[in-house]
C-alpha cells in the first residue's frame, strides 16, 4: 500500500452509484394489497410443497397462525423465517430456507433490481383507512406549505390519489414523482432511496410524508433539503419538521472525528439487496491513496458484538445506510456511510450533506 499514490480518478457520483451487475433470468414475484383468497389461490397455483415465510418485526406476533392458515388453505408445509427482516433486501437465502420453492413475504413491496433468490409473493399489507378530508383539514390548520412534495410508505399508498384530490381541492400543488430503479412505485418512500422526493425538491418548498413511525422521516429530512412534515393517517395525527440542521451537524461531527483514523473497516453485506461489493472496492483504494489502511468486512447481518476487539479506527459501511444512520451509536467504534467516508477522507465538501443513496 503507498500513501503518495494519487487518487483513483473515479469521481464521487461514480463510486457512489456503480455499474449494476447483469440481469440473472427473474423468477415469478407477484404483489398482494394484503392477506387474502388471491393470496392463498396464487400460492396453490404454484403447487409447491414447501413455502418460506417472512414477517417483518411489527408483524411477528401472528406469524405463526398465518403459517398455520397458509397450510390449511394451500396444503404447503410453511417455513416460518425467525431471522428479524427489515426490508425487501434481505430474503431469506437458500441455506436459511432449505427446499422452500417460494417466498412469501410480508410488508415489502419489491424492489426491481434486487435479484430474488426464488419465485417471491409480496403481500404489502396496505392499510385501507384515513379520512382525506380530515387530514387536510389538519393540514390547513397547521399552516403547511402549499408547494408540497408527497411521498408514502407503502402500507398508505392506497390513500394517496384520494389525498391529492383533496389538498388540490383546498388550493395546494402536489408534486409526485417516480423514483430510481429501487422503487417500485411512484411517491414510494423507501429507507435507503428517497429519490421520489429528490425528482419534485426543487419545486416544492415542504414534503409530506404520509405514514407512521420516525424511520422515513428522518431518512427523508437527511435526503432533501426541505421540511418534512409526517402525517399519520390512522391516528390523524401531524408531526412538525424534524431538526435537519441538528441532525446534519451530528453527523458531520462524526466526520470530522475520524479524518485523521488510520485503520478502516470498510463492511460488505452479503444480502442480495445490500451488497455493494464493487463500491467498497472502489472505497478502499480511495482510502490507501490517501494513505489510510482498509479492509473489508464480510457479513450477512451485521451485529454491533462482530466488530469488537479489532484493530481498526473506524468503519464504513456499504450495506444499509440505516445502520450507520440509525444504528451507528451501537457499535464500538464510529461508522460513516459511503459519502461521509468520502468527506472524512477530503475527496467530497462537507456540504451540501449527501444522504447515501442506495441506487
Ligand atoms: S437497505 Fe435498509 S433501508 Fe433499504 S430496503 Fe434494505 S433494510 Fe430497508
Known amino acids: 500500500m503507498s500513501s503518495n499514490a494519487p487518487p483513483p480518478s473515479e469521481g464521487a457520483d461514480e463510486i ?30 404454484t403447487h409447491a410443497q414447501k ?22 388453505k394451500t396444503g404447503a408445509a410453511v417455513l416460518l423465517a425467525s431471522r428479524a427482516c427489515f426490508g425487501a433486501c434481505d430474503f431469506p437465502s437458500e441455506s436459511e430456507a432449505p427446499g422452500a420453492e417460494l417466498a412469501v413475504v410480508l410488508g415489502h413491496s419489491p424492489i426491481p433490481n434486487v435479484r430474488l433468490a426464488r419465485p417471491t409473493f ?49 388550493g395546494f400543488d402536489v408534486r409526485m414523482a417516480s423514483g430510481g430503479p429501487r422503487l417500485f412505485y411512484p411517491a414510494q418512500a423507501l429507507g435507503c432511496n428517497y429519490t421520489t422526493a429528490e425528482a419534485v425538491a426543487a419545486d416544492v418548498d415542504a414534503f ?19 421540511p418534512v412534515w409526517s402525517l399519520d393517517p390512522l391516528q390523524n395525527l401531524l408531526e412538525p419538521p424534524l431538526d435537519r440542521a441538528g441532525m446534519i451537524r451530528k453527523r458531520l461531527l ?7 483514523a488510520r485503520r478502516w473497516g470498510v463492511l460488505v453485506s452479503s444480502f442480495a439487496g445490500q451488497d455493494r461489493h464493487p463500491m467498497a472496492t472502489s472505497l478502499v483504494r480511495h482510502a490507501v491513496a490517501r494513505g489510510r489502511e482498509a479492509h473489508v468486512l464480510v457479513f450477512d447481518r451485521l451485529d454491533p458484538r462482530d466488530l469488537e476487539g479489532r484493530d481498526l479506527d473506524a468503519y464504513v459501511n456499504t450495506a444499509c445506510p440505516r445502520i450507520a444512520l440509525d444504528d451507528g451509536g451501537l457499535y464500538p467504534r464510529p461508522m460513516l456511510t459511503p459519502p461521509e467516508f468520502l468527506m472524512a477522507l477530503g475527496e467530497i465538501p462537507l456540504e451540501p450533506y449527501r444522504f447515501d443513496t442506495y441506487r
Open 254 to 260: 462524526l466526520v470530522a472525528s475520524v479524518r485523521d
Open 208 to 226: 409530506l410524508f404520509l405514514g407512521t413511525g420516525r424511520f422515513h422521516p428522518l431518512g427523508l429530512a437527511l435526503a432533501v433539503d426541505r
Open 51 to 72: 413455502v418460506v415465510l417472512q414477517v417483518p418485526a411489527g408483524l411477528t406476533r401472528n406469524a405463526h397462525h398465518l403459517a398455520a392458515e397458509i397450510t390449511e
Open 122 to 170: 409480496f403481500v404489502e399489507m396496505r392499510e385501507a383507512g384515513g379520512d382525506a378530508a380530515r387530514l387536510v383539514s389538519i393540514l390547513l390548520a397547521a399552516d403547511v406549505p402549499r408547494r408540497l412534495g408527497l411521498v408514502s410508505s407503502i402500507q398508505h399508498l392506497d390513500l394517496v390519489p384520494k389525498l391529492v384530490e383533496a389538498l388540490v381541492a383546498h
Open 16 to 45: 457512489l452509484s456503480p455499474p449494476t451487475p447483469p440481469k440473472a433470468p427473474v423468477p415469478l414475484s407477484l404483489v398482494f394489497p394484503r392477506i387474502g383468497p388471491e393470496l392463498f389461490a396464487a400460492i396453490r397455483g
